[in-house]
């Protein structure tokens, strides 16, 4: 059972950066792909970035290409968000999820997709 932990949410004022952690435990962190939502009050929950769980390769939400970038260190079960330039429109809880990956093709912006989940991080972007 896999377990994941977000931690490096907060308050920050416009065009300020965060760095988000996702420290997973309980299997094999190499074999999931993870990744990023986040939901802001009274929306649906939307997909931020993902990392694949073999080759790196990394995927964004066209609202936060270029400012903020994906990574993941397997040697340490952790993967990261590192938030630039954040926006108002930014603020929302910040959820990391992994989908266990070895083997299967997925659509890694689909929520549905990923069977694990963090309890979230709150990100508030003041303008």
């Known amino acids: 059972q896999v377990q994941l932990l977000e931690s490096g949410g907060g308050l920050v004022q416009a065009g300020g950066s965060l760095r988000l952690s996702c420290a997973a435990s309980?299997?094999?962190?190499?074999?999931?792909?993870m990744g990023w939502f986040r939901q802001a009050p009274g929306k649906e929950r939307e997909f931020v970035a993902a990392?694949?769980?073999?080759?790196?390769?990394?995927y964004y939400a066209d609202s936060v290409k270029g400012r903020f970038t994906i990574s993941r260190d397997n040697a340490k079960n952790t993967m990261y968000l590192q938030m630039n330039n954040l926006k108002p429109e930014d603020t929302a809880v910040y959820y990391c999820?992994?989908?266990?990956?070895?083997?299967?093709?997925?659509?890694?912006?689909?929520?549905?997709?990923?069977?694990?989940w963090g309890q979230g991080t709150q990100v508030t972007v003041s303008s």
């Open positions: 309980g299997g094999t962190f190499s074999t999931y792909g």
């Open positions: 999820a992994a989908k266990y990956a070895l083997g299967t093709s997925y659509d890694v912006t689909e929520a549905y997709e990923y069977g694990y």
């Open positions: 990392i694949s769980w073999f080759t790196g390769n990394t």
